[in-house]
């Protein structure tokens, strides 16, 4: 599969497929420092907005997983 946002959709794409539930927790971890780096490098850019909805929905995907396989509920929602 050819990810059009390999920096971070690789580890997201890690995680989602780890049903391990103790490497899933690090695998989570990967993905969202990298989402959150990626949010940081686009923080003022303006023609990234495909890629901000994307990122965003990856961070909604990483708070579903937590609670769903983990049982971890965060706060922000």
């Known amino acids: 599969m050819e990810l059009k946002y390999?920096?971070?959709?690789?580890?997201?794409?890690?995680?989602?497929?780890?049903f391990n539930s103790q490497?899933?927790?690090?695998?989570?971890?990967?993905?969202?420092?990298?989402?959150?780096k990626r949010f940081q490098e686009l923080e003022?850019?303006?023609?990234?907005?495909?890629?901000l909805r994307l990122l965003s929905d990856g961070l909604s995907i990483?708070?579903?997983?937590?609670?769903?396989?983990?049982g971890i509920l965060d706060d922000v929602r």
Do not use: S
């Open 62 to 70: 990483i708070r579903d997983v937590k609670e769903d396989r983990l």
């Open 6 to 18: 390999p920096q971070w959709q690789e580890a997201l794409a890690a995680a989602l497929l780890e």
């Open 23 to 36: 490497q899933l927790r690090g695998k989570l971890q990967r993905a969202e420092e990298a989402i959150t």
């Open 44 to 51: 003022f850019e303006k023609d990234n907005q495909e890629e």
